[in-house]
């Protein structure tokens, strides 16, 4: 699962060299369904819980988080999330930044931040906003991802200097072994 993961960050970083020569100008092409900022959702209980996260604004920070010392650079990034259908509690722990080759940072949750994303229970069409914070202690990284250890639940990467491409394209649903529920179809 990681060798995906990581293939998928590096397809990401090898398109945003490509860029236009992907797709033409003329042609009507969807948003990458990864990109910072989009909506993505995780379904659980068999559908009776559903939640939506929302991550953007990936950056260097320049916080200072009480009581941490940074080992590398601290980063940071603006999440929301809604509890489309039944009560959720987010599980802040699973998020993680990526380097572009596979890198992992996982998310500083432990750290009580006034602007932090807080971790209560929302109920249904409730949601949370705030940062959440990363110790890049080497390269610097380009994606976030939602991960429980089963396959890759969430990716955001395509950053703003990325080409809007078709979803056949999309270097995550390709390299996907399952439904991407971010494509037409879901497939």
């Given amino acids: 699962m990681r060798f995906r993961v990581i293939m998928a960050v590096l397809a990401c970083v090898t398109l945003l060299g490509a860029g236009a020569t992907l797709a033409p100008p003329a042609v009507a092409a969807m948003p990458c369904g990864h990109q910072f900022g989009s909506p993505q959702q995780l379904t659980d209980a068999g559908g009776a819980v559903v939640q939506e996260w929302v991550i953007s604004d990936l950056r ?88 429980n250890g089963t396959p890759t639940q969430l990716f955001w990467c395509c950053t703003g200097s990325m080409m809007m491409m078709p979803m056949e394209k999309c270097p995550m649903c390709a390299n996907m072994q399952r439904a991407c529920p971010h494509r037409p179809g879901g497939m």
């Fill in 60 to 147: 260097e920070s320049s916080v200072a988080l009480p009581g941490y010392t940074a080992r590398g650079q601290v980063w940071e990034a603006s999440a929301t999330v809604r509890a489309v259908t039944g009560t959720v509690t987010p599980i802040i722990p699973n998020l993680y930044t990526v380097t572009a080759a596979g890198q992992r940072y996982p998310v500083l949750w432990q750290i009580a931040s006034p602007q932090g994303l807080p971790a209560t229970t929302l109920g249904e069409g409730q949601a949370s906003s705030g940062a959440i914070y990363f110790d890049a202690v080497g390269p610097q990284p380009m994606a976030v991802v939602y991960d």
